[in-house]
Nanobody
């Protein structure tokens, strides 16, 4: 069972920054970190979960939701099996629980059919 743990959430004022981490361990048999696409998703209270960003298995494809493009940056560190989401110029509308997910298929912002999910980390943007 692939294990994902998010960290880095917290409380920040509008205009501030946070960096979320998604540490991945215990890969499926015969697969490694390089085989997984990793997506970032968020869910605010009373709203549906939405895709925020995604990085492909070898890092050559990076996708962003329109609402975060230019403010958020996804990256990966193979040496630590960790994917990061750098979030700058945060707005109150970014407040949500952020989850990362892993899958052996392609990078996409749709939240359907992702195989493995982390428990999430809360991000609160407020004055």
């Amino acid at each position: 069972e692939v294990h994902l743990v998010e960290s880095g959430g917290g409380f920040v004022q509008p205009g501030g920054s946070l960096r979320l981490s998604c540490a991945i361990s215990e890969f499926e048999s015969d697969f490694t970190f390089d085989d997984y696409a990793i997506g970032w998703f968020r869910q605010a209270p009373g709203k549906e979960r939405e895709g925020v960003s995604c990085i492909s298995s070898i890092g050559n494809v990076k996708l962003y939701a329109d609402s975060v493009r230019g403010r958020f940056t996804v990256s990966s560190d193979k040496s630590s099996n960790t994917v990061y989401l750098q979030m700058n110029s945060l707005k109150s509308g970014d407040t949500a629980v952020y989850h990362c997910a892993a899958d052996l298929t392609w990078c996409r912002l749709s939240d359907t059919s992702w195989e493995h999910w982390g428990q999430g980390t809360q991000v609160t943007v407020s004055a």
